[in-house]
C-alpha cells in the first residue's frame, strides 16, 4: 500500500501535468484566434507547426538518449504505416480543422463546441472497448448535446461554416484519441514515451495535410505579400517569429497532451478540461469581447454537468463496484521518468 506522503506526490505531479497542459492550450487557443485576424493561412500555419514539432521532438530524443545513454525506439516502415498511419491522419484532421475554424467564429465557440469532443471519444471508447456500456451514459450524452444546443442557439456570433469546422475536427478528435490510447497501450510498439509519440507521427500528419494545403492555401499563398513577396525584410522576420512561437506552443501542447493520455486515458485528457475550458470562456469574454446570452451561459452549464457527471460515474465505479474504463497499466513506465517528473517518494 502507498504511504501518504507517496500519494500526496503522486498527486501533486498530477496537478502539475494537468496546470502544463492549460498553459499550453489555452495559449495556443488565443494565440491562433490573434494570429488569424491577419495571416489567413491556417493549414500552411500548422504545417509550420508539424516541421517544428518534429524538429523539437528529435532533439530532446537526443537530448534523452544522451541523459539515459538508451538508444530512442524507431519503428520499421510496415509497422509505422499500418499502426501509425490512422492516428497520424485523425490527428492531421482534427489540427487542420480547429485551426481553419478560426477564420469564422469566436473563441467561446470554438470552445463550446470543442467539448463535445467528449461524446465523440466516448462513442469511439464503447467501438474499441476501452469503455464498458453503462446506462447513465445516456444521460452524459443527453446533457452535453442539449448544452451545446442551448449554447449555439440564437447566437449572436454564430458562424454555421465555422461550426461545422469545429464539430467535424471534435468528431475526428475522438477517434484521434482513441486510436491515440490504443496505440500508447501497446508495449510492444515502444510508443509510451510522448516524445517518441510526437516524433512518429508528424512526418504522416505532415504528408496527409499536404495535399489540403496545396489545394486552398497554394496559390494564395504564393502571391501573398506576408510571405513569398514580401517587399520588406522586417515583415518577413515577424512572419516568421510567429510562426515560430506557435510552433513552441504546439510542442508543448502535444507532449502534455500525450503526456497526459500515457499516464491515465483519452477520456482523461477531456475531463481535465473541464476547468480549462471555463477559464478559457471567462478570458475570451473579458479579452476577446466574445458575447454571450444568459441562455448562452445556461447550456455551457448544463454541458459542463453533463461531463462533470462522467466523472462521477468513473470515480464511483473504480471503487469496486464495477468498471467503466480500462485504463492503461498502473505501474509507472520507467520510460516516461523524465528529470522533472521523477518522485523522491518512488522507494519511500
Not at 476501452?130 to 449554447?151: D, K, Y
Request: glycine letters at 6%.
Amino acid at each position: 500500500m502507498a504511504c501518504p506522503v507517496q500519494l500526496l506526490c503522486r498527486a501533486l505531479r498530477t496537478l502539475g501535468l494537468v496546470l502544463f497542459y492549460y498553459v499550453f492550450s489555452i495559449g495556443i487557443t488565443f494565440y491562433n484566434k490573434w494570429l488569424m485576424k491577419d495571416f489567413h493561412f491556417p493549414l500552411f500555419m500548422t504545417l509550420v507547426h508539424l516541421a517544428m514539432i518534429f524538429c523539437l521532438s528529435s532533439l530532446t530524443r537526443c537530448a534523452m538518449h544522451c541523459w539515459t545513454g538508451k538508444p530512442r525506439v524507431l519503428m520499421g516502415w510496415k509497422i509505422y504505416l499500418t499502426k501509425v498511419a490512422p492516428t497520424a491522419l485523425a490527428t492531421t484532421l482534427d489540427i487542420g480543422l480547429s485551426n481553419w475554424s478560426f477564420l469564422f467564429i469566436t473563441i467561446s465557440l470554438y470552445t463550446m463546441t470543442k467539448s463535445s469532443a467528449v461524446l465523440f471519444i466516448l462513442f469511439f471508447s464503447l467501438i474499441f472497448k476501452l469503455e464498458e456500456p453503462n446506462p447513465f451514459l445516456i444521460i452524459v450524452v443527453l446533457l452535453i448535446s442539449g448544452g451545446l444546443f442551448m449554447f449555439t442557439f440564437e447566437s449572436t456570433q454564430f458562424n454555421l461554416e465555422g461550426f461545422i469546422m469545429v464539430l467535424l475536427a471534435s468528431f475526428i478528435g475522438g477517434i484521434r484519441w482513441t486510436l491515440t490510447q490504443v496505440l500508447m497501450q501497446k508495449a510492444e510498439l515502444g510508443l509510451q514515451n510522448p516524445v517518441d509519440t510526437m516524433y512518429h507521427l508528424q512526418p504522416l500528419m505532415f504528408i496527409g495535410l499536404l495535399p489540403l494545403f496545396l489545394y486552398n492555401e497554394g496559390l494564395s499563398l504564393s502571391t501573398s505579400v506576408k510571405l513569398f513577396r514580401v517587399r520588406d525584410i522586417f515583415p518577413l522576420l515577424h512572419s516568421l517569429f510567429t510562426l515560430s512561437v506557435g510552433g513552441v506552443l504546439a510542442f508543448g501542447l502535444g507532449f502534455s497532451e500525450f503526456l497526459l493520455v500515457s499516464r491515465t486515458s483519452s477520456l482523461t485528457l477531456s475531463i481535465a478540461g473541464i476547468f480549462k475550458e471555463v477559464c478559457t470562456l471567462l478570458l475570451a469574454a473579458s479579452l476577446m469581447g466574445d458575447k454571450m446570452s444568459l441562455l448562452n451561459w445556461l447550456g455551457f452549464v448544463i454541458c459542463l454537468s453533463g461531463i462533470s457527471l462522467h466523472v462521477a460515474l468513473k470515480a464511483y465505479y473504480s471503487k469496486g463496484k464495477g468498471t467503466t474504463l480500462r485504463q492503461l497499466p498502473s505501474k509507472d513506465n520507467p520510460d516516461l521518468e523524465l528529470p522533472l517528473l521523477r518522485s523522491d517518494c518512488k522507494n519511500a
